[in-house]
Each structure stands twice: as C-alpha cells, then as structure tokens.
C-alpha cells in the first residue's frame, strides 16, 4: 500500500550478529509521521537490538537508515538524536546521582547568557530547573515535587517518568520508546500512552516496544511482530485480533506475506 | 508472551512505613549523602582541637603556616586525581608525571638557560601529553585505569632517572621557577606563593565540576558510563579530557614542588603517587566514581598533614603517622561505602 506521506524514519535488510548468534536477520522497517507503530515480540526477537539500532546504540553489521527519506549512519547516540531521534532505553539511561533537572538537561545543557556563557561556560541551572519543571507539569507524569532531587532517590517509576520526559521534551521527528511502562503503576501507565498519543498527534513517528498486548492494542496504528531476529510481519488493531498477534509472534500462525 | 504485573499503588501500611518519621542515623545520612565534603570537614576540625589540647604549639599561626606549605604539593596533585577517580578511574603515575615535568623544567632553565615562564610551558606540554598518553591507552586500547597507570609509573619514574643521570637541579632562587617557594606573609601566618597557587587551582577546577557541563559530564560518566553514552555524552572524550586536565593540574604541582625543593630532584615525591590518593580518598570522593568534590581533596590532604604534624608535637614515634594514615584511609572508605549503600 502506498502512502500520501513519505516516511519519517526507514530500515533496509538489517543484519546485526553477536559472534555467531543473530540478533537481526534482514530486517525491514518503515515508519510514517503521525502514527503509533508498535513492535512485538517474544524474548530474543531482537526487539531492543532493532531499536538500539535505530537509536544509534549499537552500529548495524548490514543494511541502511533513512531519515526522511535521506540515508544516514548513526556510529553513536548522539547522532541519531541529531537527527531528531529520541529514545527511552530499557535501562533508562539515566545519571543516578545527577538531579531531575540535570537529567533532563544531559548533554544538551543550556549556558548563560553573555560573557559566563560564552567564555566562563557556565550553565544556566535556574533556566534548566524553570524548563524542566514545565516539561514535568506539561506532561503531568509521576508524582515528582522536588526537581532538585538525585535520580537515585526515586522510585524505578519516577525514574521511568525522567526518562519518558527527557525524550518527550525534545523529540524532534521520532520517538522511540523500549518498555516505557514496564515499572508503572496503571494511573502512569495510561498517562505514558496518552502522551504517546499526543506525540503521534502532533505529527511525531513513535516507535513503542512493550510485552502489554492490551495497551500495544489500545495505542498502536501499526504492529511490527518480531520473531527469531527477523521481521514475522506487519499487522493492524483492526486487521488481526490479540490472540493472532500472539499467535503470530510465536510461530504458532504464519502471516500471509500481502501487509496492510 | 511473558506475563506482566502492574506495579499498584503503595497500600495503606507500606505508605505509612515510608512515611515513618526518619531516625537520627537516617538523617545524618541524608546530609552526608549530599555533601561528600562534610565528614572529612568534621573530622579535620575535630583532629585540630584534639592536637591543640594535646599540644598548645599546634595552633600556633606558625605551626599552620608549616602545615599549609607541606600540604602544597600533594594538595596540587589531589586536584587532578580526584578529577580521575570521579570518572571511575585512578592514576598512580600522577607524582612520576609531576617529577618528570619538574625535572624537565628546572633543567631547561639550569641547563639550557631558556626563559623560566617558557620552560614553565614546556613543562606543562609534558606533563599533559604524558596524561594524554595514559587517557589514550584506558580509551583506544580500552586498558582498565589501575593497569594502564601502573605501567606509565615505572615508564615515567625510569624517564625522569634517565634524563637526569640520577642527579638534582639545582635552580637560583628568586627566578621565576622558584617563586612558588617564596614567601608570602598575613601577619603571624607564613604561606608560600605555592599555596596561593594551590588555592587557585582548586578554585578553577571546583569552577569547571559544578557550574560547566564538562563537570557534568565527568560526573555522568564515572556515575554510569553506558547511560551516559546512551543520553548522547562522547564518554571517550570525556574520559581523555579528564586525564588532560589532570595533565595541566600536575604542571602547577611540579611548578609547586621546584619552589618547595629549589630545583629538580629525581627522587623527589616518590611517595607522592600514593598520597594523592590517599588524600582523594580521606576527602570523600568515591573511588567507585561520579561522586565527590574537589575540595574534599584538600580537606584530606589536610587531615592527613595535621596527623602527621600533630602527632609529631605530641612526640610519638614518627611510625605512629604512617598508622594512623592508614587508619584514616579504612574508615574513610567505609564512611563512603555506608554513604553508597543506603539510598535516603
């Protein structure tokens, strides 16, 4: 099926290999600004190695990337999110004994203005605080009241809520979210998918992995089903039920090759 | 599919225990987990009454003054090792490094009859690319920290050995190079321009860790160097810029060691790889990373030389400091490890 709108962000025939296993085999990926694509798949599919792939974490073996439509190679993090790539890694990725407001700010730290700035480098901690204070209230996720907090002191929830902030704040064209619900309560949870929603509404491409087949269901436009590192098939919410997804990411049902 | 639990909310008892009211333990904690240059602060004042009671000479201004200008020289080096070991690492050829750039520099002058501010350059040159050389191998090579250090300690201890033929240099006094050994006097209290020095080097650094985002950086990657590169931070550079400053910082301390020796000596600073440490360590500073402050350096530099001088006037046997120093450096680890371990 062709669409109106070019995609946003496109993986060709990703291969990534550890030593002899295979974490991706000639994998495929499309993903359209504007929409929820979700991905799927039993443990070992190769869901987090596509995706640190896609995040710039780890470097593919084989295949290519496309950022609106452009060919690029990311050797590092810090590249894909130049390329208006945010990610909410599994492991969080935070600084623990950093503050919130560090946190948010890390490696894209603001400098004062004038002379401090531009010769003495000093940052701007007030202007950081005030702004990650709005992002958090923005969002209203978590229940954070001291953005002077150490990371470490939080809950591995409030932790998630960091993290989830960080990249909502500044996602530039994609957001790519690994498990961002896995340490929330029901409340956070559903306001982790309503951000998710809002980002797509705002023309963002999200990329949300999770094992939550109800909430992949609710929020999801696309499904990407991963299975034994390869790419098992693309479905809909509306085109298979739960029950086939699982069926499907197991290997119990084989997904006739048309794609929605 | 793997089955997933959704965390609840905290029912109604574990609230309440969360809530509980913190015990006294619980809040010294808090406090301390903030501020790694409080318990060193305590017990450098606790250690200056104790050895003024136990000897009226020990507060006397000049008895400081002698304190401050011993302290000079490890104190300048303790600036680049915390900068190390805040990024998880450690570099016992610091003081090799120092000796090496100082022999360097007063023989430029001596021999070679440079100008002292040039040989001051060159000397600092030296000491950073030798850094540089260290931050290269843990970086490119990817050699963990203590090996890598351990290697370039023989390599620049035998360098300095060779290119002096064993001998010291001797330098005029009141040149350039030697000015850091002059004196300074506030009244009663004697300080050096090297102390002044000192100073001013934990004042820039002290800077550059809070208020840059280098400071950050070099926090984020000895905290957890993966989740620093995953948030976008070039650990390797930063990892090499941490061993490059150290370079810089170790120039000011071989500038710091010509005044107090009067020239170059080889044999100079052998114990001072250690000491810088040891002071890094009795400062508060983890040796586990990204926890710490520079001025806690100074403060254990401190600590160290006031037991070392006061149990010197209280007339004990000189091998008591080396106990006592020993015992210093146990209970300051465990004091961090306890700060480390309990999450407020």
Known sequence: ?260 | MTTHVESQAAPAPAEEFLNRPATPAQRIHAVLHRQPALSPAIVLVLAAVMFSLVNERFYALQNLSLVAQQVAVVGALAVGQTVIILTAGIDLSIGAVMVLASLLMAKLVADHHWPGWLALLAGAAVATAAQAVNGLLVTRVRLPPFIVTLGTLSIFTALSLIYARGRTVSLQPGTFLTWSGETVSLGQLHLTYGVLLVIALYAVVGYALRHTAWGRHLYAVGDDAEAARLAGISVNRVLLSAYVVAGLTVAVAAWILIGRVGGGDPNSGLNANLQSITAVVIGGTSLFGGRGVVIGSLIGALIVQVFVNGLALAGMDPNYQVLAVGILVIAAVSVDQWIRSVKS
């Open chain 1, 1 to 260: 099926m062709t669409t109106a709108t070019a995609p946003v962000l496109q993986a060709k025939g990703l291969v990534k290999v550890f030593g002899r296993v295979v974490g991706l085999n000639d994998v495929d990926l499309t993903l359209y600004p504007g929409e929820v694509l979700a991905v799927i798949g039993d443990n070992g599919a190769g869901k987090s190695t596509l995706i640190k792939c896609l995040s710039g974490a780890l470097v593919p073996d084989r295949g290519s990337l496309f950022v609106d439509g452009k060919e690029v190679r990311f050797k590092r993090p810090r590249d894909a999110r130049d390329a208006g790539i945010e990610t909410v890694h599994q492991t969080l990725a935070v600084a623990p004994a950093l503050d919130i407001a560090a946190n948010l700010f890390l490696a894209r730290e603001i400098r004062r203005k004038g002379i401090l700035g531009s010769v003495f480098r000093m940052l701007d901690t007030r202007e950081m605080k005030k702004q990650a204070a709005d992002h958090l209230e923005r969002l209203g996720i978590g229940t954070l009241q001291n953005i002077d907090q150490a990371v470490e002191t939080l809950s591995g929830g409030q932790r998630q809520s960091v993290a989830v902030a960080r990249t909502a704040a500044f996602g530039g064209r994609v957001v790519i979210l690994d498990e961002p619900t896995a340490a929330l309560g029901v409340r956070e949870t559903g306001q982790v998918l309503q951000l998710v929603r809002d980002l797509r509404d705002q023309g963002l491409g999200v990329i949300l992995i999770s094992h939550n087949m109800p909430n992949v269901f609710e929020v999801a436009d696309r499904i990407h089903i991963q299975r034994l590192g390869g790419c098992a098939g693309v479905i809909t919410p509306q085109s298979h039920s739960m029950e086939d997804a699982v069926a499907i990411m197991t290997g119990a049902k084989k997904l006739s090759p048309e794609v929605s």
